[in-house]
């Protein structure tokens, strides 16, 4: 494949090396050793956030969101998101709901969240910043301090979003990241939690280490979601290169839509007001499935790899298909997504044959179909 | 402290940059690659068993045993282990129950635990091989066979333990066991599961990749269990050295017992036909909880730090306290218990020394008891 969907940045080989000899030499390799609290410090420092809690992934961040927020109801949350949004909670036996999307941001539309269901304050609305792009904070704001229910967010597309003056983890009762090595700022398995308050944040903090308290006591139920100093040395060489990495992967999402701009494909409207769209996806949006196959495998066959990202919508997955509910604008997009290669080593002329690619692509597919309908 | 109650090996550095860089070139670091395919299959192979899953931690390892054996019921487990052996079940909202425990062992015991609740084929014994000693294994198939209920064993103390001319790990319906920093082997954070059955080990394997199938679909929740490619590199230098350390540690084991025999200081009664005991931890069982708190407190003032390993019994910890039961077994063994240091860096002089304090220090409580009753 010339170019592939996806390649991860070299890890800075000197640098792991010096972290590995510091773990080595203090004999300290996981349970908040000096180079997670320095990470934390520095990746507070970096987005503006306060009470950031790093953890050994995305998936069990939500679970001590959710936990860590005292919830015991529901969660409702949006079917356009990476598995994990949902089955994180599905995992822990908690009930779940999906509520419809808004056709032009893709995001969990809060006009549709109680349509299906009711909200309590033990309930909590989770709700993705679909590809960096944040979600309508304001109506859900609005909502939450209608029903009294929790908000967390999904941002873990967004880690360099910028909104209203300020980092987008700082919304919500709390904000959920990946930093899967896939994601823009990683170190390779972890992830983090924003919590706005710092007694949640404290309440989150024993509960990644098994609940134990300063006496070693089990005051409530834990779990073992400590992120190791090698994976903290990971992310310490990661952000030293991250503003850089941000404002090259940027230019490269301008340089795809500058490109496609012209030959009216469909992306997610971007929300208002936003200082900064984390560069983290270039997703299209096409007229049809079958235009969104034909596409991916035509590209495929050129040398371009791209992903149908998100191939299902979650709640027609067999796993949660008992949680039956109609959402007739996500059936809208449904199988219509396909994201472009967007990584490190691609220079501006690779996205420009992309595009190339793309277009030639498109109107062959296009003008097939004008074809197959006039005759 | 002169001497700590444990130092972790230091990491091969030399082999460690060599992964680094393998890593790096391939830009492989997680998602099942080819280091954790390379640990499985030399640990199954050092071990001797199959199906053996490799996952991001011990505790999430009691979790996806659970749920690839299908279970849907209860927990009854022993109050004397990890905290971990027991939350895992609760952090997903299952249900959980107590049973006693073996006085000679301090294993859970086979025969206590259908005395406090009914078992079922949806219910699971979780059975901890403490400090390495294997349970009445025998006794808890008999169970099994009687109720259908599923055997699943922490064997986090045991990687070592050769029972029958097998792994210790080869039995149950699935051992678990943490790759913790803390343990014989290690990954820094890690843990394994080793399935009796093949079809248990595939659905687990997509488990914990979120239960994607080959298609990208989501049959079944799941969750992001995976091993990094940077924790397996950690394994697999560990390793290496893993027969040496073994070897040794057994050695500083028999020094301690051999050096403290004389002196009537009670130890967990060895389980019989037992090949090799795994060397993971020195536990004596003291005369009281005054005693013990006394004998910590003392040596600590010497220099020698200890374990109150484990601190308090874990039906009684504020997190699990609406489990109430009677354990009177368990209660007679409670805050008696003491682990002395072993670690790689020790040496026999040092042991020797240790227990000559240890001696000196309960001849002087002892004494100083009985001129108060005498009194």
């Given at each position: 494949?010339?170019?592939?969907?996806?390649?991860?940045?070299?890890?800075?080989?000197?640098?792991?090396?010096?972290?590995?000899?510091?773990i080595?030499?203090?004999?300290?390799f996981?349970?908040?050793?000096?180079?997670?609290?320095?990470?934390?410090?520095?990746?507070?420092?970096?987005?503006?956030?306060?009470?950031?809690?790093?953890?050994?992934?995305?998936?069990?961040?939500?679970?001590?969101?959710?936990?860590?927020?005292?919830?015991?109801?529901?969660?409702?949350?949006?079917?356009?998101?990476?598995?994990?949004?949902?089955?994180?909670?599905?995992?822990?036996?908690?009930?779940?709901?999906?509520?419809?999307?808004?056709?032009?941001?893709?995001?969990?539309?809060?006009?549709?969240?109680?349509?299906?269901?009711?909200?309590?304050?033990?309930?909590?609305?989770?709700?993705?910043?679909?590809?960096?792009?944040?979600?309508?904070?304001?109506?859900?704001?609005?909502?939450?301090?209608?029903?009294?229910?929790?908000?967390?967010?999904?941002?873990?597309?967004?880690?360099?979003?910028?909104?209203?003056?300020?980092?987008?983890?700082?919304?919500?009762?709390?904000?959920?990241?990946?930093?899967?090595?896939?994601?823009?700022?990683?170190?390779?398995?972890?992830?983090?939690?924003?919590?706005?308050?710092?007694?949640?944040?404290?309440?989150?903090?024993?509960?990644?280490?098994?609940?134990?308290?300063?006496?070693?006591?089990?005051?409530?139920?834990?779990?073992?979601?400590?992120?190791s100093e090698l994976h903290?040395a990971v992310?310490?060489?990661?952000?030293?290169?991250?503003?850089?990495?941000?404002?090259?992967?940027?230019?490269?999402?301008?340089?795809?839509?500058?490109?496609?701009?012209?030959?009216?494909?469909?992306?997610?409207?971007?929300?208002?007001?936003?200082?900064?769209?984390?560069?983290?996806?270039?997703?299209?949006?096409?007229?049809?499935?079958?235009?969104?196959?034909?596409?991916?495998?035509?590209?495929?066959?050129?040398?371009?790899?791209?992903?149908?990202?998100?191939?299902?919508?979650?709640?027609?997955?067999?796993?949660?298909?008992?949680?039956?509910?109609?959402?007739?604008?996500?059936?809208?997009?449904?199988?219509?997504?396909?994201?472009?290669?967007?990584?490190?080593?691609?220079?501006?002329?690779?996205?420009?044959?992309?595009?190339?690619?793309?277009?030639?692509?498109?109107?062959?597919?296009?003008?097939?179909?004008?074809?197959?309908?006039?005759?």
């Amino acid at each position: 494949m010339k170019y592939q969907y996806y390649k991860p940045a070299i890890l800075n080989h000197t640098k792991l090396i010096q972290y590995i000899e510091g773990i080595n030499d203090r004999r300290c390799f996981t349970n908040n050793g000096p180079l997670v609290r320095e990470l934390k410090e520095r990746l507070e420092a970096y987005l503006g956030v306060k009470n950031l809690l790093l953890v050994s992934s995305g998936t069990v961040a939500l679970q001590v969101a959710y936990k860590a927020l005292g919830l015991k109801g529901k969660i409702i949350t949006t079917p356009l998101s990476f598995v994990a949004t949902a089955s994180a909670y599905k995992w822990l036996n908690q009930n779940l709901c999906f509520a419809d999307i808004d056709l032009d941001t893709l995001n969990l539309d809060p006009s549709d969240v109680t349509k299906h269901t009711s909200l309590s304050c033990n309930d909590a609305v989770v709700a993705t910043h679909l590809y960096g792009n944040p979600c309508d904070i304001a109506s859900f704001k609005r909502l939450s301090l209608r029903f009294e229910n929790k908000t967390i967010y999904d941002a873990s597309h967004a880690f360099a979003t910028r909104y209203g003056g300020k980092s987008v983890l700082s919304e919500g009762d709390a904000s959920v990241i990946s930093f899967h090595a896939t994601k823009l700022f990683h170190t390779i398995e972890g992830g983090g939690i924003v919590f706005a308050s710092n007694d949640d944040y404290k309440r989150a903090e024993k509960m990644v280490n098994f609940g134990f308290d300063h006496q070693g006591q089990v005051m409530e139920v834990g779990i073992n979601a400590k992120m190791s100093e090698l994976h903290a040395a990971v992310g310490l060489t990661v952000l030293d290169d991250i503003e850089l990495m941000v404002d090259q992967r940027c230019e490269m999402v301008e340089h795809y839509l500058t490109c496609l701009a012209s030959y009216g494909i469909a992306f997610p409207k971007r929300q208002e007001g936003v200082d900064r769209y984390s560069p983290s996806y270039m997703p299209l949006i096409l007229e049809s499935p079958k235009e969104r196959d034909l596409l991916c495998n035509m590209l495929r066959a050129e040398g371009i790899e791209t992903r149908k990202y998100f191939e299902s919508l979650l709640h027609k997955q067999t796993a949660f298909t008992r949680l039956s509910v109609n959402l007739p604008k996500a059936e809208i997009i449904e199988n219509r997504l396909l994201c472009l290669p967007l990584y490190m080593d691609l220079k501006k002329a690779d996205i420009t044959y992309i595009c190339e690619q793309v277009v030639v692509i498109l109107n062959k597919i296009r003008q097939k179909r004008l074809a197959e309908k006039t005759c």
